[in-house]
Structure formats: C-alpha cells, structure tokens
C-alpha cells in the first residue's frame, strides 16, 4: 500500500513574465517503509514536490493521497490535522529552539496536546542514540546531534511518511552517513522517507531515486 500518492499533480505559480509550472503532471507513489530520494538541478521543483508531499501546498491540477484518503479538497484546517498525524519533517538547518533541551525540541509538536509526550521524546532519542543527551540545548550538541534530534522530532507523531529536506547538507561524510543509516532504520519500523537532496549519497541509501527535470519527472 502506497503511504501517499500523487497522480497527475501540477502546480503553477504567478510571475512577472506569466505562470510558472512547477510541477508538470507529476505521478508519483511512496511505499509504506520506502526511501525515496529525489534529485535534480536547483529550479526543478524539487522543493515544491515537498510542499506538495507535506501538504503545504495544494495542487492546481491532479489527486494527492494519503494511505487511502483522497486529501485533494480538504480545507486548510483539515489538511493541517492531515499533516500533524501522518507527516514528519526534518530540515537541512535543523530548526531547533536554541532555548529547549534536545527533549523539550522533541516534544515541540505535540506542545498543545493534552499530553505533550514527553516520555516519548525521551525513547525517541534514545533510539537514536542521544539518550544521555535529554538535557542537553541545541549549542552544546554536534551537528549530527542536532540533525538526530530533528529526526526524532519528525517522529514524535508517529507519522506514516518522513520528508527530508537536505538531511546531509550541512554534514561531514561520517556524519551524513550516520543519519543515513538512522534514516533507513525509520524505514525499517515501516515509516517512508522522501528525501530531497543534492547529495549523491543520499541516493546511494534509497530505494529508489526520482528525477525531477523542468518540474516533470526525467
């Protein structure tokens, strides 16, 4: 079964010189425990593909599913609820609190939850290997233990899809290569990955890579 789905997407937006396609009639379908990475050259819509995923961003044309809803219509407050319960997010720049411990940055989504699930921060970064860091604030950990804890966070929902967006970008290689493999244990526990990337490493750990050319697949 397909986590999520895009059939026929495409996505225009206004500019001066008239509409910009973005994406061109893209179909695409993530399988549940997949690790998708999608390349291409700057322009090719590969951040609007994850928009599009993460359902920031709604479609002009074609059908976006999700496990075995269609979610093309929904209203924004219905698309956010969508988001929070099936969809993670992990930045190239981490995007943690600096004021928060690594737990706290965790908890962060679930924050005006009736339970924030602290508990559940705190497993989280013990499975990827930060559980003697629960106190610990973004300035006092590595930058692969900021980019563990942002995957952690992406987490805490128990999504069905993670979307990466440069996960190694601001990486050494031994770095990168040991949120890769934290990356493609998240898959082994059945979550999706679609990761948007520049590196040729990436694309060595997944599945399968998509190429996006001109807002179309190559």
Known sequence: MAA???????????AAGGPVVALDAVSL??????????????????????????????????????????????????????RKETVGFVFQDFHLIPTLSAAENVAVPTIFDADPKRDRAADLLGRVGLGDRLGHTPNELSGGQKQRVAIARSLINRPSIVLADEPTGNLDRDT???????????????????????DPAVAAYADRTVELEDGAIA
């Open 29 to 82: 379908s993530v399988e549940e425990g997949a690790f998708v990475a999608v390349m291409g050259p700057s322009g090719s819509g590969k951040s609007t593909l994850l928009n599009v995923v993460g359902l920031l961003d709604a479609p002009d044309e074609g059908r976006i599913l999700v496990g075995d809803e269609d979610v093309t219509d929904t209203d924004v407050g219905e698309r956010t609820r969508i």
């Open 4 to 14: 999520i789905e895009l059939a026929g997407v495409t996505r225009r937006y206004d």
């Open 176 to 198: 990168g290569e040991r949120i890769l493999d934290t990356l493609t244990g998240v898959t082994d526990r059945g979550v999706s990955v679609v990761a948007v990337t520049h």
